[in-house]
């Protein structure tokens, strides 16, 4: 399953909104539990990857609530609603429908 | 609280080969079938291989298959991955991972270790 991000790269003013969006080739939403298996992770500079969101658009906890994801199907978006700076990071979507898991190409989100 | 720490990263020759380790802590490790990731300086994530919470199962991506081998050994809580015929292509930060649920296999990532990096040079 190939996973396309956009945009590569995002500016965004602090206290704005920043939306990415993740397609994939093939629909990850399952007929046996009615789920997507999408995920979204945060990585930051020098750092591992940081789970975000799950089941599309479960947020983890302990994850501020500016975050938020949605969609179904083929077509997903990680909205951030009012940009802080420690949010400057690479964000990723990934696919846990099949194996191999298959991660999008990532969105480096930055400061305006 | 989880912890995942990796080591046995460093540089090597095109064409040799290198072990990893990843000590877990922190969680009950024999219930969780446990993955590597990894990610090429400046490039994006990159599944390896996954086994299951009784090391009866194993997967890789096609990338590494027969020339990586994915282990572990429950009695000592770690994780490993034999890398052989390494090219430059398998330059990269090789990082342990921990699904969310306890299970045979489950694919959802939720916690990561810092990472050993591998750099195959001549």
């Known amino acids: 399953i190939v996973m396309t991000q956009s945009p590569d790269s995002l500016a965004v003013s602090l206290g704005e909104r920043a939306t990415i969006t993740c397609k994939s080739s093939?629909?990850?939403?399952?007929?046996?539990?009615?789920?997507?298996?999408l995920a979204w992770y945060r990585q930051k500079p020098g750092q591992p990857p940081k789970l975000l969101i799950y089941w599309a658009s479960t947020r983890k906890s302990g994850v501020p609530d500016r975050f938020s994801g949605s969609g179904s199907g083929t077509d997903f978006t990680l909205t951030i609603s009012s940009l802080q700076a420690e949010d400057v990071a690479v964000y990723y979507c990934?696919?846990?429908?099949?194996?191999?898991?298959?991660f999008g190409q990532g969105t480096r989100l930055e400061i305006k | 609280q989880v912890q995942l720490v990796e080591s046995g990263g460093g540089v090597v020759q095109p064409g040799r080969s290198l072990r990893l380790s990843c000590a877990a802590s922190?969680?009950?490790?024999?219930?969780?079938?446990m993955h590597w990731v990894r990610q090429a300086p400046g490039k994006g994530l990159e599944w390896v291989s996954v086994?299951?919470?009784?090391?009866?199962?194993?997967y890789y991506a096609d990338s590494v298959e027969g020339r990586f081998t994915i282990s572990r050994d429950n009695s000592k809580n770690t994780l490993y991955l034999q890398l052989s015929s390494l090219r430059p292509e398998d330059t990269a930060v090789y990082y342990c991972?921990?699904?969310?649920?306890?299970?045979?296999?489950?694919?959802?990532?939720?916690?990561w270790g810092q990472g050993t990096l591998v750099a195959v040079s001549s």
């Open positions: 093939r629909s990850l939403l399952a007929s046996s539990n009615n789920k997507n298996f």
């Open positions: 086994i299951s919470n009784d090391g009866n199962s194993e």
């Open positions: 922190g969680f009950t490790f024999s219930s969780f079938g």
């Open positions: 991972a921990k699904p969310s649920q306890p299970s045979e296999i489950d694919f959802l990532i939720e916690s």
């Open positions: 990934q696919q846990y429908y099949a194996s191999p898991i298959t």
